[in-house]
């Protein structure tokens, strides 16, 4: 049962944009960037949502690894193809504006594909792939980001948490959408956990001498100090699959730097050799697929949806109430918050309040008084 105090849609939008907009970012990349991070929060992934507003955007842009003004430079275009570099501007209004590019490529092409470097944390994969759904496409795309996962059989993080996300266009209320990180947990998640007060779960953390920890601050500290590090999708070793986990993850570190020939790896932490900060310069990539090109559009709605109810019908384990999709329970989570508006924790909620005191804006919020 939900107990925190819930904002209304409206409200913290407007709200956000104001503060963007006070710290230097254009209204309507502004507008861009809250709606990046509201649809975090209505699909029910608060690790990404106003949970990271300020903490990851607004500071970084006080402690200058991220710019408030971005510039989007188009270096290489070809009729399907493009590369930006993003000047180390907002990550989010890159990709809005690369995908939207490569949206009209696919309606005359059938496919297109763009990366970015120089760029800075861009959200929600899910939200640039959903762009692709809505157009009645199929959106794939992924991101490097500071390292902090280990390969298989090493305890020094190397590659970012990587998501590797898909969404497709099916005949029912809500795409299959697979957005998740090629590690088991992602840093934001741990963040999540730190600022709720509660530990991350023993086993996703590996330490230096191969043992495991759960103290949230704790990791996160030690995780930007290089001695432990995330583990990928299956887990320690061999025997769980953690090699496949391993093998996505490097797929995308891949993909995300060698298609624009950007920096990789321990290039992107953030921090010089001295401790000092320093641009984080990531690289995205995007891949755009219309079904018009092959049997078409409804054909795949259809055949999609069929797969899709098909699982969902499939017999369940003893006591397991139903079977989900990719995509379906972020579905519910906008069903049942729509009407409501944004849960917000009482760390976020005095985030808020210094926020709106500190650049004297006129917004009164339910959680005061």
């Given amino acids: 049962m939900e107990t925190r105090p819930y904002v209304a849609w409206e409200l913290v939008n407007s709200f956000m944009i104001d503060v963007f907009e006070r710290y230097g970012v254009p209204h309507d990349d502004a507008v861009i960037c809250a709606d990046v991070l509201l649809e975090s929060d209505r699909r029910g992934i608060e ?33 399907t193809t493009v590369v930006m570099d993003a000047n180390n501007g907002m990550g989010m209004v890159a990709s809005y504006r690369m995908m939207e ?29 959903t762009m692709a759904s809505m157009a009645g496409m199929i959106g794939v795309s992924g991101t490097n980001a500071r390292p902090s996962v280990a390969p298989t059989f090493g305890v020094e993080p190397m590659m970012g948490t990587n998501p590797f996300t898909f969404t497709m266009p099916t005949d029912e209320e809500f795409p299959f959408n697979f957005d998740c990180a090629t590690s088991i947990v992602q840093n934001g998640k ?10 991350t779960p023993a086993g996703l953390v590996v330490t230096r001498d191969g043992g495991t920890m759960t103290d949230s601050g704790k990791i996160l ?3 930007r100090a290089g001695n432990c590090a995330l583990l990928p999708i299956g887990g320690l070793g061999e025997e769980t699959g953690g090699y496949k986990g ?19 790896m321990k290039e992107l932490s ?19 697929i219309n ?19 098909g699982l969902r019908a499939a017999e369940k384990a003893p006591g397991a109430e139903r079977i989900y999709t990719a995509g379906e329970k972020e579905y519910l989570a906008w069903q049942d918050r729509k009407d409501k508006g944004v849960p917000v924790g009482e760390s976020i909620q005095k ?16 959680f005061e008084g």
């Fill in 291 to 309: 079904p018009e090109f092959f049997m078409g559009l409804d054909t795949f709605r259809q055949t999609a949806g069929g797969i899709l109810r």
């Fill in 221 to 223: 500290k030690e995780m």
């Fill in 246 to 264: 391993y093998g996505f993850t490097t797929i995308v570190e891949i993909l995300s730097a060698a298609l624009a020939g950007g920096p990789y």
């Fill in 270 to 288: 953030g921090k010089n050799p001295d401790g000092t900060n320093k641009l984080f310069r990531l690289g995205h990539f995007f891949f755009v």
């Fill in 351 to 366: 985030e808020f309040i210094a926020l709106r005191d500190r650049f004297n804006l006129p917004y009164k919020f339910p």
């Fill in 190 to 199: 741990i963040e999540y956990y730190e600022r709720s007060g509660k530990p």
């Fill in 101 to 129: 590019k490569l949206i009209e490529k696919a309606k005359v092409y059938g496919m297109a594909g763009g990366a970015v470097y120089n760029s800075t944390h861009y959200g929600i994969a899910g939200y640039w792939t």
């Fill in 47 to 79: 690790s990404h949502g106003c949970n990271r507003f300020k903490p990851i955007y607004l500071d970084r842009i006080e402690n200058g690894t991220l710019l408030p003004v971005t510039k989007l430079d188009v270096v290489k275009e070809t009729p």
